[in-house]
């Protein structure tokens, strides 16, 4: 989801650009800055300085203690803290990001924790991103894996230098194994805990070598998740669990339609709710403040409100989706082309034709979105799930007239976000700190969403409108390609647009479809973009939520009409994409493919590319007697380079196809009037555990550098079963979702 985008696990910020390990020459991979300060424990911390230099800095605060403002810090009795830049929010960035930091430092497990890092964009920046830090885009490992593993070696190599003066014995020949340092022909041992005070005073190294990855013991392995013990007993903090002294809670009333303004209120009869503290009216509607939730969300059904809807968006999603199929008759601004493609369907054998029509879709996290903010004394204090905290300062600064570094961030486990908690407003944070400044900072506020707030509160996956053509010669060989996409841009009027808008085009939009990987000698990919007053937003996978479909279940109806496998037609098309060909291969290997289903079940593939991560997907589905599609089974093929953890890959693949079978079977957000339609659960279905398919996993052995697992499992698990859905029923689903198509009747 931006390099490339935001989200997910769920959207980035800039242009996509090789890991900062990958394009720095030896000779500038080096520790410019080093400082050492004695105590009793030991603090390592890299950054990489303009995206070229990485940094070093050791700094202890307090007797016995040391500020979290470094990646690694190492304590008397030897527990090892990893200083996580990423947000944790189910994806696994606390587990993923330690292990590489372990397992250069050759640490025990065991002795291994991970903490959030603290805002600072200058030690804790997205190396993908710029001077950003945040989470998105399937960045996490990715962005880290060479500077983290450079965290740790350099702790590494500061305990053997501490070990070496303290036994005056050379550095060479100590080694470090499951956290304990030991110098074999004289029997001595240390644990990292007793290294430390000495290890401080020492200079940091200039250059560390990193392991050979053969001697990877930690990395590629299955270690337990630092997060799973205290979730599965309750004992994991959330920013809903967050609680200070005299602190009120928020529940604010925005318009019902998007862009409308307030015209007045009337507060008299919220104010009479025991537990009711405040009205206050603020930038996105009127806030009610109340000693828990209950008052406040009472109070503010109590309030009566009009709104000014004339500079809202009043039209509905039938409406819009009419103008987008107007716009789609004429050539958009280009986003691809090579040769010319209407004269090569002109001059086709054969001309396939197809439309796709896609509903605006919520993240729906499982935590709604949330907020604490303190103010004090030329300062404020944020607890959130904050997924860019440097976004989330800028805005907080703003608002309360602060400098950026006034505003600290503690950031808190989500419970999901897929996107929603990176917007470039700072959603949950301008929010709490407008309350907060409103109330002129008397209280700590917490401002929460609920669960109908957060449905209908915008920051949408855009409704998007696909017509593809394309053409075959008399021996079934795809010759031509045109591909128009009509939807909004989520980078319009964000401060990313001159970055990722080029020619016209939001790359956002048009991503996997511009990026076709089969051959087609003459294709054009082109693109409108809409005005529409719903505010929306990177959705995880972002583009490839919708180009993946129309791409691949088109791609099914031309192998058809070619008389072909659907699994040879495309590795004839993928000659020069070997990581596409070598995941479709696998998956349909291990799905059977070519071999007759089980009775009454039919399959479908899918592949893509999104984030640098190529999955391909097997779909086994059957159809009941009233026309619910179950999908039975889903075996997927990834190849993200090398697996730092098997499991989380497996478990983000599991959960990728979880999310985006939901998504393609039952959601649509719908306007009428401008105005939502759906609330909740009960109307804007999550894929049930009892609809959960059986998923086989299969991760491709890679020496190539990691890439994210976030997202792309989500792109082809709609294609892969709406190909299976026509091998079953005969009918193509070009509408999403498939619960809007009765197919009783086929």
């Known amino acids: 989801m931006l390099a490339r985008h935001l989200d997910g696990d769920n959207p980035a910020l800039l242009p996509q650009a090789p890991s900062a390990a990958a394009t720095l020459p030896a000779s500038r991979r080096q520790f410019l800055k080093a400082s050492a300060a004695a105590g009793a424990g030991l603090v390592i ?70 903490e959030h890092a603290p805002a600072d964009a200058a030690l804790y920046n997205n190396l993908h991103w710029g001077p950003v830090q945040g989470t998105g885009g399937s960045s996490s490992i990715a962005n880290s894996y060479e500077q983290m593993r450079r965290a740790g070696a ?30 074999a022909s004289s029997g001595r041992t240390a644990s990292f805990g007793e290294l430390v005070e000495r290890a401080a005073t020492l200079a940091v190294p200039v250059e560390v070598a990193l392991k050979d990855p053969k001697d990877f013991t930690l990395i ?4 337990p998740r630092l997060d799973s013990r205290a979730k599965s007993r309750g004992e994991a903090l959330y920013t809903l669990d967050k609680s200070l002294p005299g602190m009120l809670t928020a ?28 009205v206050v009216q603020v930038p996105q509607g009127v806030a009610v403040l109340g000693r828990g939730f209950w008052p406040a969300k009472s109070g503010r059904d109590a309030l009566e409100i009009e709104w000014d809807e004339s500079t809202g968006e009043t039209r509905g999603s039938a409406e819009i989706m009419a103008e987008y199929k107007k716009l789609a008759e004429g050539p958009g601004d280009i986003a691809r082309q090579e040769g010319d493609a209407e004269a090569a369907l002109a001059g086709a054998a054969k001309v396939l034709e197809a439309d796709y029509e896609f509903p605006f879709l919520a993240h729906a996290p499982m935590e709604p979105l949330d907020c604490v903010v303190q103010l004090g004394d030329g300062v404020c204090d944020v607890w959130a799930g904050s997924q860019i905290p440097t976004v989330d300062q800028g805005a907080a600064a703003a608002i309360l007239g602060l400098e950026s570094a006034q505003v600290r961030i503690h950031t808190q486990l989500a419970g999901g976000s897929f996107g929603r908690r990176a917007t470039p407003q700072a959603d949950m944070v301008s929010e709490a700190a407008s309350v907060a400044k409103a109330i002129g900072g008397r209280a700590p506020v917490r401002v929460v969403w609920t669960r109908e707030d957060d449905i209908q509160g915008g920051r949408y996956r855009p409704m998007y409108f696909h017509r593809l053509r394309a053409g075959l010669d008399d021996e079934g060989r795809l010759i031509a390609w045109q591909h128009r996409i009509v939807g909004q841009s989520i980078i319009r009027g964000t401060p990313f647009a001159g970055a990722l808008i080029q020619n016209g085009v939001d790359q956002t939009s048009v991503e996997g479809a511009n990026t076709l990987p089969y051959h087609v000698p003459d294709i054009t990919v082109d693109l409108h973009t809409t005005d529409v007053g719903v505010p929306v937003l990177w959705w995880r996978a972002v583009g490839s939520t919708h180009t993946a479909y129309s791409t691949e279940a088109f791609i099914d109806e031309l192998a058809e009409a070619a008389g072909k496998d659907p699994v040879d037609f495309r590795l004839e098309l993928l000659k020069d ?47 009941t007697d009233d026309g619910t599609i179950k999908v039975e089974k889903v075996v997927c093929a990834v190849d993200c380079g090398v697996a730092v953890n ?101």
Do not use: C
């Open 154 to 183: 350099t702790a590494r190599a500061l305990l053997v230098a501490a070990a070496a003066d303290l036994w005056g014995v050379p550095a060479g020949e100590i080694a470090v194994t499951k956290g304990v340092v030991a110098h």
């Open 220 to 223: 590629g392995t299955v270690v």
């Open 45 to 114: 911390g890299f950054t990489f300085a303009g995206g070229n230099k990485i940094a070093a800095a050791a700094q202890a605060e307090g007797e016995g203690t040391f500020t979290p403002n470094a990646f690694l810090r190492i304590a008397p009795d030897s527990t090892v803290t990893v200083l996580v830049k990423h947000i944790e929010f189910g994806q696994g960035t606390f587990t993923g990001l330690a292990t590489l930091a372990a397992e250069e430092l050759d640490a025990d497990w065991s002795q291994v924790r991970a």
């Open 577 to 623: 994409h070997p990581r596409h060909a070598g995941v479709l291969k696998l998956a349909a290997e291990k799905a059977g493919w070519g071999s007759a289903p089980p009775a009454g079940r039919a399959r479908g593939i899918a592949v893509h590319e999104s984030f640098n991560t190529f999955v391909a997907e097997v779909a086994e589905v059957s159809i």
């Open 646 to 746: 098997p499991d989380q890959v497996k478990a983000q693949m599991e959960g990728g196809i979880g999310y985006g079978l939901g998504a393609v079977l039952h959601n649509a957000l719908t306007l009428e009037g401008g105005r939502v339609e759906q609330s909740n659960f009960h109307d804007y279905e999550p894929l049930r555990i009892n609809e959960m398919p059986e998923v086989e996993v299969h991760v491709v052995p890679s020496a190539e550098a990691p890439t994210g697992v976030g997202e792309p499992g989500v792109p082809p698990i709609g294609p892969a079963v709406a190909n299976a859905v026509y091998k079953a029923t005969g009918r193509r689903i070009r509408a999403l979702p498939f619960a809007l198509h009765n197919l009783t009747s086929a």
């Open 251 to 278: 529940v604010i009333a925005r318009p019902p339609v998007f862009g409308a303004t307030l015209k007045s209120f009337d507060d008299s009869a919220a104010r009479e709710i025991k537990g009711v503290v405040d």
